[in-house]
């Protein structure tokens, strides 16, 4: 794989197109997280998981929190992969021994340890996100899906990550590309 396509995709989100062709990832923005010659990792941005927020979580999970972290920190569907599995995406500034780093400001977390970690905060950061699961292409997949215009991408930093409103993060993406979802046709920039 070319090395400026791995480094290109990876920090940046992908928006899905009225084209994705598989309704879990309608009005989907999933930020790229890994991206190499073995395929794409993910998480989604915008889809929550019902009523259950981080509180609740770790509380099924015997983790121990201080009053002041009982914040209301919703629990999103990084997507359909490993829903068992649990990731902190948060902004660099708060990287911890085994975060990984995700371009230059923002880091990913998936331990135990990290979820202890922030929970012994005062407060939690308004720069954190908490998902179960994620989403995952293999070998040239990804590559594939954004030629057949199912995948729009988006640069982005944590401002616009986590100061974003969910529930308006697919329609600011777009806005900030200056798409309109409806002019959309399925195949955009082919000869």
């Known amino acids: 794989m070319d ?10 989100m992908l928006v899905s197109t ?5 309704a879990r990832f309608e009005k989907s ?5 890994a ?47 490993e829903p068992e599995r649990g990731f902190l995406l ?15 400001e923002f880091g990913i977390s998936g331990t135990l340890e990290s979820l202890k970690s922030f929970t012994k905060q005062d407060q939690l950061p308004q720069d954190i996100m908490f998902a179960l699961g994620y989403a995952g292409w293999g070998e040239g997949q990804l590559e594939q899906e954004i030629k057949d215009n ?15 409103q969910r529930d308006q993060l697919w329609e600011a993406s777009m806005d900030s590309l200056g798409v309109t979802p409806s002019l959309l046709v399925g195949q955009i920039g082919h000869a």
């Open 35 to 81: 991206h190499d010659d073995h395929g794409t990792m993910g998480l989604t941005l915008n889809k929550p998981l019902t009523d259950l927020d981080l509180s609740d979580l770790l509380s099924q999970l015997k983790i121990e929190t201080t009053p002041e972290t009982q914040i209301k920190l919703p629990v999103y569907i990084g997507g359909p992969l």
């Open 18 to 22: 009225p084209h994705v062709g598989d």
């Open 150 to 164: 199912a995948w729009l991408t988006v640069n982005v930093d944590p401002d616009f990550v986590f100061g974003t």
């Open 29 to 33: 923005v999933i930020f790229v997280c």
């Open 90 to 104: 948060h902004s660099s500034l708060h990287n911890q021994i085994d975060s990984t780093l995700v371009g230059t």
């Open 3 to 12: 090395d400026y396509i791995e480094r290109a995709l990876v920090g940046k």
